[in-house]
């Protein structure tokens, strides 16, 4: 299989051969690992039961998706990802601020991902093989996962899509298996010695909804583009790629997640969780779950990689995708060193995606609201100026920046940081919210709000003439 030699820039419509089932199989068979199931641990890990974990998980990716899969319409019209799509909105040089947000999401999923990969990976070996769970036999599965990570990665989306239509059946296998493994140990409660994290049910509650349900969507929307770019809005309906969006996120997100708070509860995983997981395995399934640890992660994280590659280009585009997706695993792979032998789990998990989440949805919200007032028409090649180095064109704006769409988002990340509540920090919103950690809602409110306020008058004026294209050093 040849390499992926496409970039940032747009796919021809030769080349646009993916359909909605290749949407949901890439969806569900990348989100079967165990960075995403250790989210579903998170809300046992703040002290809730089985009945409130599950609705959590449940309300807040329902929410998420109902935000979030509309995103994937954006990529569907102009063929390329959806930080570069994100320059009708923020200015061909704005659309930065996409590519920064969709680099930090995968980064920090990518390096979540290959952690507790690696984790469970030693854990299983040290019970099969006697390997010793030492800091160095952690950095060499960190290791060799980031490598087969980058494999991945730099051959790109054919080989990734192939990937999760394997795993998306693997998988399953797999986890179902781990339902009878763990079932003789499942316990409706929280883990001992687990109080509300927020000191009573419903803040605690709203936060697991978010950090747990939410985050699980959110996580993609500078993802989703990437996805379907490769599908062709001449063979299929907007309708058609937004319910398979909308489908592979759900059974993608809530299946794993739940499987995560099934076996937290059934090894009383407190404040971690791959030890636990471990310990509480029958020796029957330590071998299928070293399968899973590898196999997901590879593809979760190769997923994100793929993105973080992409991203990385549009940010330097003298850069190839491969060469891009190298530096970016290097990344990763700091972090996850990083992360294991300096931070908590949960607290690292925890502040991560709130923090993310508050910054990307303003963003999200801002693009959105341009997809539906230009009604999916988009000019594609204005979108590719700054990847050649040019100037003009139909998004042009001031010098290649929106400034009311960059402030917007500006403001909007503001006010979502200071309304969140995480293990390291608290905004001074809180006291205005009761302490509920509405960061999620505000940035999103706040962001969409100066937007539509700021582009008022233009959105009701005449649409302009494009601007003639120029080289940039002129």
């Known amino acids: 299989m040849p390499i992926e030699q496409r970039g940032v820039d747009t796919i021809p419509e030769e080349e646009r051969t993916s359909g909605p089932r290749d949407l949901i199989s890439i969806l569900l068979g990348s989100n079967l690992c165990l960075g995403v199931i250790v989210f579903g641990w998170l809300p046992p890990s703040f002290g809730l039961g089985l009945w409130p974990s599950v609705t959590a998980i449940v309300t807040g990716t329902l929410v998420g998706i109902a935000f979030t899969a509309p995103l994937a319409l954006v990529s569907l019209r102009t063929a390329t990802n959806l930080s570069t799509s994100s320059g009708a909105q923020f200015g061909v040089r704005g659309r930065l601020v996409g590519s920064v947000v969709g680099l930090l999401l995968s980064l920090g999923y990518t390096a979540l991902t290959l952690w507790i990969g690696g984790d469970v990976m030693v854990g299983t070996l040290a019970r099969l093989t006697g390997l010793p769970d030492t800091g160095l036999s952690r950095a060499a599965m960190y290791g060799l996962l980031a490598a087969c990570t980058v494999v991945a990665a730099v051959f790109g989306y054919r080989l990734l899509l192939r990937m999760s239509k394997v795993l998306?059946?693997?998988?399953?296998?797999?986890?179902?298996?781990?339902?009878?493994?763990?079932?003789?140990?499942?316990?409706?409660?929280?883990?001992?010695?687990?109080?509300?994290?927020l000191g009573s049910f419903w803040p605690t509650w709203l936060l697991a909804a978010v950090a747990a349900g939410l985050s699980g969507p959110v996580a993609f929307i500078t993802l989703l583009g990437d996805y379907t770019r490769y599908i062709s809005p001449r063979r299929h309906t907007s309708r058609t790629v937004l319910w398979a969006t909308a489908l592979g996120l759900l059974i993608g997100l809530l299946i794993p997640q739940l499987f995560g708070t099934?076996?937290?509860?059934?090894?009383?995983?407190?404040?971690?969780?791959?030890?636990?997981?471990?310990?509480?395995?029958?020796?029957?399934?330590?071998?299928?779950?070293?399968?899973?640890?590898?196999?997901?992660?590879?593809?979760?994280?190769?997923?994100?990689?793929?993105?973080?590659?992409?991203?990385?280009?549009?940010?330097?585009?003298r850069a190839t995708r491969t060469t891009a997706t190298v530096i970016a695993a290097a990344v990763a792979t700091a972090f996850v060193f990083v992360g294991s032998f300096e931070w908590d789990v949960q607290s690292a998990m925890t502040s991560f995606v709130l923090v993310l989440t508050a910054i990307g949805t303003p963003w999200a919200v801002i693009t959105l609201i341009g997809h539906m007032r230009c009604r999916g028409v988009y000019d594609a090649d204005a979108l590719q100026v700054f990847n050649r180095r040019s100037a003009g064109g139909a998004y042009w704006y001031r010098s290649g920046w929106n400034v009311?769409?960059?402030?917007?988002?500006?403001?909007?990340?503001?006010?979502?940081?200071?309304?969140?509540?995480?293990?390291?920090?608290?905004?001074?919103?809180?006291?205005l919210t009761g302490g509920v950690d509405c960061s999620f809602v505000l940035s999103g409110l706040t962001g969409g709000l100066v937007y539509t306020a700021l582009t008022a008058r233009r959105a009701a004026a005449p649409a302009p003439a494009a601007a003639a294209e120029e080289p940039a050093s002129a």
């Open 262 to 317: 099934f076996t937290a509860l059934a090894a009383r995983a407190g404040l971690d969780y791959a030890g636990p997981l471990v310990e509480a395995a029958p020796f029957w399934y330590l071998l299928p779950l070293l399968v899973a640890a590898a196999a997901g992660s590879v593809g979760n994280a190769g997923l994100m990689l793929y993105s973080m590659g992409l991203d990385l280009d549009a940010i330097v585009p």
């Open 168 to 197: 998306s059946i693997a998988m399953v296998l797999l986890l179902a298996a781990g339902l009878v493994a763990y079932a003789p140990d499942f316990t409706t409660a929280a883990p001992p010695e687990t109080p509300y994290l």
């Open 404 to 431: 009311a769409a960059t402030a917007s988002w500006v403001i909007g990340a503001a006010v979502g940081l200071l309304a969140v509540t995480t293990p390291f920090h608290e905004g001074p919103l809180l006291a």
